[in-house]
């Protein structure tokens, strides 16, 4: 769950939006590149609208395999663009069970939304970077809107 | 060696960066081009340059600014039949356009009407992220869209009417689509998109014909002096997206076994003789043709709001509908060339045989929207931009300000405000998304529609004020 410690400590995970002439900017971090994917949902869900006050959804699995690990970022964050969309819930809540170089696997549930903000398109490539240092990880990443 | 552009002809510029055998143009005057090169767009467009097959060079329009892959703004040709097609040079809204239609009604007739008619059209038309429409397609009827576009909209659901197909840009159909080729992810995204804005800069904008540049163009283009207009602007939804997302994710894993490599993942692309090249191009045009649908059910609704307040004498005329995120197979020259418009418009001049024929000797329609509250200008393609640069030009004005910026500048309740005091209706469901398309986070819609008549890309026929405007 967001926010529950683990071996490596408590969790410490943050986004902000940077600039960006067209798109939407994204500079995550996080002490541990697992958090780092579970605050990519965060960031995501804040872009996307407002949930409302609802009984969220049941827990779901979630299974991403991409090449790499930038791919899994991408991959990741698109494959909740698309579950939003189809399902109207913001996958607020997200648990990153497993986490390698080109898979993920999750368990998420989402609450539906009131107000959207920013139509999210998709997650790009362009200017992707994952930074993993034993002091923690940080990403960049450009989200089409 | 940094990147900069260099003038080398009246609104054009070279790009120069060290490396030799690249060849890279922006259409734009001191200003704009001062404005393009304080983003990432040039090294964007330089970038393009890295595609295995690009055919001549490389161009970036005068509203070009920082996107992803590509500039938005744009645009670059690829030889057939060993050429590459990249999903990141048209964009994840595959075929987003513009389409105007004209009316006969004069301002002071619409005036006791503007308010209730843009109401209706914001309760009518839905908008926003994720927004599904008041109609959900079966599988199969959805199938047969993707495949048909507009012919299929009206044969299915009686959407439009037939005398529409001739001014749709490839006739509201790209030939070649495979619904097949599309994903069931993206089917599910689109089952219940189709008549809806979307969010972002969509918008529907009702609006008056201001000024004439050219009468007898205008007349040809069905456009008088102070009569009512309505300008759709979306594209392929949330199936579009997905079939951008699919295609990328495929083409990013195989460009190792293509021998390519490139500056920025996302140009990853494949040759168009490959199979993946193929299949992307099949399922691209199913989306384009999604898109293409979609503006006209959104059209046929409209014109259903017009009737609902002014009766049934208006009819609401199309005058044409054009795409600007696109790649197509195009007959340059002697060249067989696929070009990709990443936020730019095809602009055929009036000898062109692909227009139709009731614009021959005038040139395709171009319409370039301006912000929310400036104005909006139709154009005509020339013949001489089919050398200068491949018949395109831009889409709109193109940002300056990213949308953080303008909410941090501008009030969005301020905004509706000075809109409304000048007699705009807004209907949009937050200030803040409004703030994000206010004219200050744009480039001055005038200076860069000068540039492109003066590069001789497209000559001006009319200019659209808003009287109303619907945001996505």
Known sequence: MPGTPTAAGPVVASHAFEQHTGEVKVRLEANQLSELFAEAARALCELLGSPTADAPSEWQRVTVIARDRDALLVAWLNELVARTEIDHLLYREVAITDLTEQRLDATIRGVPFRETRTAVKAATFHGLQIAVEPSGASATVVLDV | ?472
């Open chain 2, 1 to 472: 060696m940094s990147i900069h552009a260099e003038p080398i002809a009246t609104f054009e510029y070279e790009l120069v960066d060290g490396r030799v055998g690249t060849c890279a143009h922006v259409f734009a005057d001191s200003e704009l081009i001062t404005a393009i090169a304080h983003d990432h767009s040039l090294q964007q467009l330089a970038n393009v340059t890295s595609l295995p097959g690009l055919y001549g060079c490389a161009f970036g329009m005068p509203d070009m600014h920082e996107g992803y892959g590509f500039p938005v703004g744009g645009v670059a040709a690829t030889a057939l039949p060993d050429g590459v097609i990249s999903p990141g040079g048209i964009g994840f809204d595959i075929n987003c356009g513009v389409r105007l239609l004209a009316t006969d009604i004069d301002r002071a007739s619409f005036a006791p009407y503007r308010e209730r008619v843009v109401h209706d059209i914001s309760r009518t038309i839905p908008s926003g992220y994720g927004h599904g429409g008041r109609l959900t397609l079966e599988r199969d009827v959805l199938a047969r869209v993707l495949e048909g576009g507009c012919r299929a909209l009206l044969d299915e659901l009686d959407a439009g009417l037939p005398e529409d197909l001739d001014v749709i840009e490839s006739g509201g159909t790209l030939a070649g689509a495979d619904p097949t080729a599309v994903s069931e992810r993206a089917y599910a995204r689109g089952s219940d998109q189709l008549g809806t804005l979307g969010g972002g800069n969509h918008f529907v904008e009702v609006g008056l014909v201001d000024t004439v540049f050219d009468e007898a163009s205008a007349a040809r283009l069905g456009l008088y002096a102070g009569t009512i207009t309505v300008l759709i602007h979306t594209g392929s939804r949330g199936l579009g997206h997905q079939v951008c997302t699919d295609f990328l994710a495929l083409m990013d894993e195989a460009q190792a076994r293509f021998g390519i490599a490139l500056p920025d993942r996302q140009l990853a692309c494949a040759p168009l003789s490959s199979p993946e090249g193929r299949r992307y191009l099949a399922a691209m045009r199913a989306a384009a043709n999604f898109a293409f649908a979609n503006r006209q059910l959104i059209a046929h609704r409209v014109r259903a709001v017009f009737r609902r307040h002014l009766g049934v004498e208006h009819t609401l005329r199309l005058v044409y509908d054009v795409g600007h995120n696109t790649a197509k197979i195009e007959r340059h020259g002697k060249r067989e060339l696929c070009v990709h418009r990443k936020g730019a418009t095809r602009a055929f001049g009036p000898s062109s045989t692909e227009i139709p024929v009731r614009y021959r000797g005038v040139g395709q329609p171009v319409f370039i929207p301006g912000s929310m509250g400036t104005a909006s200008y139709v154009l005509v393609g020339t013949d001489e931009a089919a050398a200068r640069s491949f018949a395109s030009v831009c889409h709109g004005a193109g940002r300056v300000l990213s949308r953080g910026a303008a909410k941090r500048q501008v009030m969005g309740n301020e905004l509706r405000r000075t809109l409304e005091s000048r007699g705009i209706t807004i209907r949009c469901p937050s200030n803040q998304e409004l703030a994000e398309e206010a004219p200050e986070a744009y480039k001055d819609i005038d200076r860069v529609v000068d540039v492109v008549v003066g590069a001789g890309l497209a000559r001006k026929v009319a200019r659209l004020v808003p009287l109303g405007v619907v945001k996505g």
